[in-house]
């Protein structure tokens, strides 16, 4: 099938790129002045307003010393879906809005500067994190969202055999599925799942448990179960330690 735009219509490559991330990233001398702006704050606002406590002086210096690789680790050491979050987090009121430089000029673009080391990290293709030394104990984990993908790879590095049942054909939950492309390109997030992955973990994609797979089959075979299917699937269980949090999200 011929793909040349025809008197009228579009091509497929011109339709993509209709569709390609609206936001440019920073060049990296761009993200060199950025970073050296930072003062490094000992007792840093933009680390306490971070709902994930990501180091956010400590990524930005490395940055500045070119150590983009450390910068990553820093930054999905704290948040294993940073690379997302880079771009869709309303920084502005977050972290850059606690910046002490606001008001005598401009907060440090520290959304940008983080999608800079995590950018150069998907490119890379690099594996940020390692297993841990297997225990001989096996957890499944009911869900591929930005929660479970969490718990899988902190249990693999703490030596767990984790095996993730997520319902629809991609893991990654909302980040996958739910955030427009010009906004956060799905191969972000499929980085993040990958990430996990590559500690081992097995994600078994199109399964939903209690349907493709019985719920007492799980309780046998694993030693924890980690219900993570979102908020929007799991009723109430009245049962002590569960967690409702709600987020409001600004959007440009």
Same mark, same amino acid.
């Given at each position: ?9 579009? %091509? ?13 990233? +920073?060049?990296?001398? *761009?993200?060199?002045?950025?970073? /050296? ?17 990501? /180091? ?7 940055? *500045? @010393?070119? /150590? ?5 680790? @820093? ?10 979050? %880079?771009?869709?987090?309303? !920084?502005?009121? +977050? ?22 080391? @995590? =950018? ?37 590095? =703490? ?11 991609? *893991?990654?939950?909302?980040? !996958? ?6 906004? %956060? ?68």
């Amino acid at each position: 099938m011929d793909n040349a735009a025809t008197p009228g219509r579009l %091509s497929p490559e011109q339709v993509l790129s209709r569709f390609s991330e609206a936001e440019p990233g +920073l060049s990296r001398k *761009a993200a060199m002045e950025e970073a /050296n702006r930072c003062l490094y704050c000992y007792d840093a606002p933009c680390i306490k307003a971070c709902p994930t406590g990501i /180091n956010v002086p400590s990524f930005i210096k490395r940055i *500045a @010393t070119d /150590n983009l690789k450390g910068a990553a680790l @820093t930054i999905m050491e704290s948040n294993p879906v940073g690379a997302s979050c %880079s771009r869709v987090c309303p !920084t502005e009121v +977050l972290c850059e809005g606690a910046c002490v430089l606001n008001g005598a000029s401009k907060p440090i673009a520290i959304g940008l500067l983080q999608r800079y080391a @995590t =950018d150069d990290a998907i490119r890379g293709g690099r594996r940020l994190f390692a297993p841990g030394v297997p225990n001989g104990r096996k957890v499944a984990v009911v869900g591929g969202g930005p929660a479970g993908l969490s718990a899988a790879r902190e249990l693999a590095r =703490d030596g767990f055999s984790v095996v993730v049942y997520e319902a629809k054909p991609l *893991a990654g939950g909302l980040d !996958t599925h739910g955030i427009v492309s010009f906004r %956060s390109p799905q191969a972000v997030a499929l980085w993040e799942v990958e990430q996990v992955e590559k500690l081992g973990v097995e994600i078994r994609t199109g399964v939903a448990v209690g349907r493709d797979i019985p719920a007492e089959r799980i309780l046998k075979e694993y030693d924890a179960v980690v219900l993570a299917a979102g908020m929007g699937y799991v009723p109430s269980l009245g049962i002590e330690g569960r967690i409702y949090k709600a987020f409001t999200m600004r959007f440009n």
